[in-house]
Nanobody, 114 residues
Framework: QVQLVESGGGLVQAGGSLRLSCAVS????????VGWYRQRPGKQREWVAT???????NYADFVQGRFTISRENVKKTWYLQINSLKPEDTAVYYC????????WGQGIQVTVSS
């Protein structure tokens, strides 16, 4: 059974940084793309970033250079470094694994105070 578990969220002041992690069990990640989504209050879930098996990355336009996605295949873990946090980054962040069936983490809250 494939399970994804996020960690690293919490409450942070605007301008601060966080690193989210997603660890998977029941699957390797070497051959697959992984990524992050988020759901802001009252909004639909939106794509944030993806990193493919070759390490190529793509980001949503709103990231504006503040987010960095990375992966450690041996640890079966990927990360989202978020810098210069803004209150509008407040959301539940979800990690995703495409096999190509998509698997989701349970979500982790990030709250940015102004």
């Amino acid at each position: 059974q494939v399970q994804l578990v996020e960690s690293g969220g919490g409450l942070v002041q605007a301008g601060g940084s966080l690193r989210l992690s997603c660890a998977v069990s029941g699957s390797i990640i070497t051959a697959y793309a992984v990524g992050w989504y988020r759901q802001r209050p009252g909004k639909q879930r939106e794509w944030v970033a993806t990193i493919n098996k070759d390490g190529n990355t793509n980001y949503a336009d709103f990231v504006q250079g503040r987010f960095t996605i990375s992966r450690e295949n041996v640890k079966k873990t990927w990360y989202l470094q978020i810098n210069s946090l803004k209150p509008e980054d407040t959301a539940v962040y979800y990690c995703a694994l495409w096999r190509p069936t998509v698997y989701w983490g349970q979500g982790i809250q990030v709250t940015v105070s102004s």
